[in-house]
């Protein structure tokens, strides 16, 4: 049998899956600012390389592809921005011929990304691994995902969706809400367009961006806990991993009130009950996914209540996530295989065949499930600040007194061995802006980061407070005389 034939002939089970992405021929390529969302993707498939604008690692990485010269550009206001800007560079589209076979550049995965990537990336022969930019674009609206909730039969917290005139129509739309409301935009950025209004005084102060919006969602404020889970949708049914726990607004990692800023999973942190309520609310939304047209890896936020014990749907991010590092190197998956593998194998011109109801049942099993944290570090502070130093990606070890030591480099956090290591991934670095909002680096460890009161753990704050402390910068006074400055580069 020729290994093209080998190749295409159809997978029966995890084992068969396994074996024909450690033979894969086709380049693979997770492109984007860097390379945290699919961290480890290039152990699991042969072939699979990251092309990132933040060079993370210092060029150590083996497999992490970074281009050297600055090409002139307008400054990033986004993701997608970096991403157009990566495949107009020179040494990028040397670096994807060199991989290439004729016309076939391989296929691509990106974190977020428009019209004009699909058509760079059509131009330079590159499949892009998800569905449209238009579909996720709308997908990703956060009034059209309570819409597509409504149809699966998932749960939301009480809202409307309306357009909002001014403080007094607000009261009109959503008397029925009560009068402590949250409201989004239809797009948000890590809680950036999350409003928490009671009266008006605090309408006041986001009235321009909520007024200039079509349509807005409108929710009951209630006594919540954030949750998040990671699903893609298959062929065959949509995969789901365990439930994780979210940490939000934390004053020591993020500036906004609503922001997401890390994850945990380990095994009790939720009871039975709401486990088996997300996993069927979560098959529910995916199934209406695939009824939408979408395929692939998808997240979901849940909002447990804590007074009643209910979960109900917050958002939908139709794409990899910031938490995805959580559930990719998670027990369930290692066993297995992760999430990313079955939305890439969707996007591969190969049969297969997967029992989904086995496979999510192992998933959710308390056995399977180790204990994982990571918190993103943000710079809080409504300053302009240039590093002239940072911290290393690599294994950090704390001592008993707080401070922390840089032990070794490594890529991966399956490195870390107990809780008083953890590993960090740099993202500002020497010679760049902090600014309010900005990623400063990922912290992952062992080990849970939160109480069950879901405070900051003793722990927790001084790991944070130490990798703040490795950073080194000089205040700018002048604000205007900076360039435009971005949001989250990891979510």
Not at 4 to 13: A, R, Y
Not at 125 to 148: C, E, H, Q, W, Y
Not at 172 to 177: A, G, P, T
Request: hydrophobic share 35%; net charge negative; with cysteine.
């Amino acid at each position: 049998m020729t290994k093209k034939k080998e190749l295409s002939g159809k997978l029966n089970g995890i084992s068969d899956i396994r074996r024909y992405f450690y033979k894969n021929e086709e380049p693979i390529y997770f492109i984007s600012a860097t390379n945290f969302n699919l961290l480890g993707a290039d152990e699991w498939i042969k072939g699979f390389k990251y092309i990132s604008y933040i060079e993370c690692f210092d060029g150590l990485h083996p497999n992490v592809f970074s281009p050297q010269t600055e090409m002139p550009h307008d400054e990033f206001e986004s993701i997608e921005d970096i991403n157009n800007y990566l495949l107009q560079h020179p040494e990028v589209q040397d670096h994807l011929k060199t991989r290439s076979t004729g016309k076939n550049a391989g296929k691509a995965m990106f974190l977020m990304f428009n019209e004009a990537t699909e058509k760079l990336a059509k131009k330079l022969g590159l499949k892009i691994m998800f569905p449209s930019a238009k579909m996720r674009t709308f997908l990703d609206n956060k009034v059209n995902t309570n819409r597509i909730a409504e149809k699966a039969g998932v749960a939301c917290v009480p809202y409307v969706l309306s357009p909002v005139k001014d403080y007094a129509h607000l009261q009109e739309v959503s008397k029925k809400l009560g009068k402590d409301l949250v409201i989004q935009t239809p797009f948000g950025d890590s809680g950036h367009t999350t409003f928490f209004i009671s009266n008006e005084a605090e309408f006041d102060k986001h009235a321009e961006e909520i007024i200039k919006e079509k349509e807005v969602k409108i929710m009951k404020r209630i006594n919540c806990r954030g949750s998040a889970v990671e699903a893609c949708v298959t062929r065959h049914g949509t995969i789901v991993a365990p439930l994780m726990t979210e940490l939000v607004g934390f004053e020591e990692l993020t500036p906004y009130k609503g922001g997401w800023c890390g994850n945990e999973i380990y095994p009790d942190a939720f009871t039975p009950t709401l486990r088996r309520k997300a996993r069927k609310y979560t098959e529910l939304f995916g199934e209406q996914l695939r009824k939408e047209g979408y395929k692939g890896y998808f997240e979901l936020d849940f909002l447990i209540d804590q007074d009643n014990g209910e979960i109900y749907l917050g958002e939908l991010n139709p794409r990899v996530t910031g938490a995805s590092s959580i559930t990719n190197h998670a027990v369930f998956a290692l066993a297995d295989a992760p999430l990313f593998v079955f939305h890439i194998l969707e996007w591969m011109d190969v049969d297969y065949a997967i029992n989904i109801r086995a496979l999510n049942t192992r998933w959710a099993k308390q056995e399977n499930i180790d204990s994982w944290s990571q918190i993103i570090i943000k710079h809080t502070k409504d300053t302009i600040e240039y590093i002239t130093e940072a911290p290393k990606s690599g294994i950090w070890k704390m001592f008993d007194n707080g401070h922390i030591q840089f032990d070794r480099m490594d890529t991966h956090r399956r490195a870390v061995e107990t809780e008083n290591e953890a590993f960090f991934l740099r993202i500002s670095r020497e010679g760049d802006y902090l600014y309010e909002g900005a990623d400063m680096g990922i912290l992952v460890t062992r080990g849970r980061m939160m109480t069950d009161d879901f405070e900051l753990t003793y722990r927790a704050k001084n790991w944070i407070s130490a990798i703040q402390g490795k950073y080194s910068a000089n205040l700018i006074e002048d604000k205007t005389a900076q360039p435009i400055l971005m949001g989250s580069l990891t979510k």
